[in-house]
C-alpha cells in the first residue's frame, strides 16, 4: 500500500536558516499521525510543503499519490485543512460558510446543501445552523472549522493545531470526532502540543526539533524506547536539597525543575519507600507518559 502522504529528503530554509532539514515521512491509510515539537521546530513549515502550499528547497513529497507542489491543486481536492487560527467568515452563519467553503472545491449548491445537515450533526451544531460566527463559543468555532474542512468530503486531513484554547470538555468532543474520522478510513496529520492529546488520538507519532526528525513510533514505542518506565515526581521548599543529597542514589538520571524533581527509574518502589519516611516532602509515582519523552528529546528550556 502507498504512503497517503510521502515526504522525501524535504528541506527548506528561510533567510539562510534551515527550518526543516531533510525529512522522511510516510503516512498511510486510516493512521492518525502526529507532529509534535517545541515552537519553531518547523512543524507548520512541514504541513505546508506537503499540502504543497511552500516549494521546497531540495526533496520531494507526494499527496495522495500526486506530486506537490506540481499538482497541489488536484491533490487538495480529495484534502481537508484546519488551520491554527479559526478564519471562518464572521458575517456568514454557520451553514453559510460552509455553502461558501464547498464552492471553492467548484462543488454545486445542492451538493454542498445536502451535506450540510450530516456537517452539523457532526459538528454538534444542528440548532446553530442559522447562528452567526461570532456568537459562537470558542468550541462551537473549532467544531465548525472541522466541518468545513469536511465539507468535500476528504481522505485526508491536515489539522493544525485543533484543541488549541479549548476547554476540556470540548477538546474531548473533538477528540471524538477526530477518531470517528479514522474509523471511516480518512487519514489525519496534526500538529498537538498537548502530549495527551498526542498519546490518545495518534497511531504514531515524530518528534521534530530544529527542522529534523528525532524520533517516530508509536506512543507506546516512543515512551519504551526513549525513556524510563517510572516516574517519580518530588515536590517542596527542600526538594533541590533533597536531589543534591540523595536523588543519585535512586536514580541513574533526575532533572530538577524549579521546585520539583523529577527521578526517572525502572523501579520506583526502592525510592517510594525511602520518600515515606521525608516528612517535609511530597511526591508523586507514576508512568512514564510522552510528556517525559517530549521533553527529554527537545530540553526544558522555553523556545519564544
Ligand atoms: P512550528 O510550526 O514548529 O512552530 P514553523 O514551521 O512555523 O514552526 O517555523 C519554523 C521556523 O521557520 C521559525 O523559526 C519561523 O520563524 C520560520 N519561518 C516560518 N515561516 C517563515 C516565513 N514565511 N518566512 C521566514 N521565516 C519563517
Known amino acids: 500500500m502507498n504512503p497517503v502522504i510521502q515526504a522525501k529528503g524535504l528541506q527548506k530554509s528561510y533567510g539562510g536558516h534551515c527550518v526543516v532539514d531533510g525529512l522522511d515521512l510516510s503516512i498511510y491509510k486510516g493512521e492518525c499521525f502526529g507532529l509534535l515539537g517545541p515552537n519553531g521546530a518547523g512543524k507548520t513549515t512541514t504541513l505546508r510543503m506537503l499540502l504543497g502550499l511552500i516549494a521546497p528547497d531540495a526533496g520531494t513529497a507526494t499527496l495522495l499519490d500526486l506530486p506537490v507542489p506540481q499538482a497541489a491543486r488536484e491533490a487538495r481536492i480529495k484534502v481537508g485543512v484546519v488551520p491554527q487560527m479559526d478564519n471562518l467568515d464572521p458575517d456568514f452563519t454557520v451553514a453559510e460558510n460552509l455553502l461558501v467553503y464547498g464552492r471553492y472545491f467548484g462543488m454545486q449548491d445542492s451538493d454542498i446543501e445536502a451535506r450540510i445537515p450530516d456537517l452539523l450533526d457532526f459538528a454538534s451544531l444542528t440548532s446553530k445552523r442559522d447562528a452567526k460566527v461570532p456568537t459562537l463559543s470558542g468550541g462551537m468555532?473549532?467544531?465548525?472549522?472541522?466541518?468545513?474542512?469536511?465539507?468535500?468530503?476528504?481522505?485526508?486531513?491536515?489539522?493544525?493545531?485543533?484543541?488549541?484554547?479549548?476547554?476540556?470538555?470540548?477538546?474531548?468532543?473533538?477528540?471524538?470526532?477526530?477518531?470517528?474520522?479514522?474509523?471511516?478510513?480518512?487519514?489525519?496529520?496534526?500538529?498537538?502540543?498537548?502530549?495527551?492529546?498526542?498519546?490518545?488520538?495518534?497511531?504514531?507519532?515524530?518528534?521534530?526539533?530544529?527542522?529534523?526528525?528525532?524520533?517516530?513510533?508509536?506512543p507506546r514505542e516512543l515512551i519504551e524506547r526513549n525513556i524510563e518506565p517510572q516516574v517519580v515526581e518530588v515536590f517542596g521548599e527542600t526538594s533541590g536539597q533533597w536531589a543534591d543529597m540523595h536523588a543519585a542514589n535512586f536514580a541513574q538520571r533526575y532533572e530538577v525543575s524549579g521546585e520539583s524533581v523529577f527521578c526517572y527509574v525502572p523501579e520506583a518502589q526502592p525510592l517510594v519507600m525511602h520518600l515515606q519516611a521525608q516528612s517535609t516532602l511530597r511526591y508523586l509515582h507514576r508512568p512514564a507518559n510522552l510528556e517525559d519523552v517530549f521533553l527529554k528529546l527537545t530540553g526544558r528550556e522555553m523556545r519564544e
Do not use: Y
Not at 468532543?173 to 495518534?202: P, S, V, Y
Open 141 to 218: 468555532k473549532r467544531r465548525l472549522t472541522l466541518a468545513r474542512a469536511l465539507v468535500n468530503d476528504p481522505d485526508v486531513v491536515f489539522l493544525d493545531e485543533p484543541t488549541t484554547g479549548l476547554d476540556p470538555q470540548a477538546r474531548h468532543l473533538i477528540w471524538q470526532r477526530l477518531r470517528e474520522l479514522t474509523q471511516q478510513g480518512k487519514t489525519l496529520l496534526l500538529t498537538t502540543h498537548f502530549m495527551d492529546e498526542a498519546e490518545r488520538l495518534c497511531h504514531r507519532l515524530a518528534v521534530m526539533d530544529n527542522g529534523k526528525l528525532i524520533s517516530e513510533g508509536s
